[in-house]
């Protein structure tokens, strides 16, 4: 867990310093290109144009699986980032254009990732979007958001390169936002 207080800063600086945080503790072992899963957190999702911005210059044509999400944070902290990072070489999955069989990446990250060697499969968090035009399923409509983010899950899984299903699953972790009634 990684998070940098910088007080008086912008966000993209508050995401900078923690990057550059990351890369002085990775010095010698590994590189950021050497992460292949991440999981970023945001005090406020409003900030996500802003943080991805800074985010994607610091990793390279295949960046790493990746989820995005809002929590609340100690005060002054406004970006944390988890991270698994190996320096064996890895498998991605990297949909950058619409298509009929799995969610085009709406940011820099990759879909799926897998450490060549020993068959783990890290996947990237999906959201209830409609593969062929981009379209998010409304929040009043959670059952079919539910069902749509299920459905792009289970394609990335059976993607020729990864040949995967949800029953080789060994973890699913699901994150829900209370809706105000």
Not at 133 to 152: D, E, F, K, V
Request: proline content about 6%; overall charge positive.
């Amino acid at each position: 867990w990684y998070q940098r207080r910088v007080h008086g800063e912008s966000l993209e600086g508050e995401v900078t310093a923690l990057f550059k945080n990351i890369e002085a503790d990775l010095e010698g072992r590994c590189k950021l290109s050497d992460v292949y899963y991440a999981q970023f957190y945001l005090r406020d999702m409003r900030n996500f144009g802003a943080a991805n911005g800074v985010y994607k210059r610091f990793f390279g044509a295949n960046p790493p699986s990746r989820a995005c999400i809002e929590i609340d944070m100690p005060p002054g902290v406004n970006v944390a980032l988890e991270f698994s990072a190996s320096t064996a070489k890895r498998d991605v999955l990297h949909v950058q254009s619409m298509s009929e069989w799995a969610p085009a990446c709406i940011g820099p990250y990759s879909q799926a990732s897998r450490l060549k060697g020993s068959g783990l499969l890290f996947m990237a968090g999906q959201i209830g979007m409609l593969p062929e035009n981009t379209q998010l399923i409304p929040n009043s409509r959670p059952l079919a958001q539910t069902r749509q983010t299920w459905q792009n899950i289970v394609k990335v899984l059976r993607a020729p390169n990864f040949k995967a299903d949800l029953d080789t699953c060994i973890s699913h972790i699901v994150f829900i936002k209370d809706q105000p009634e």
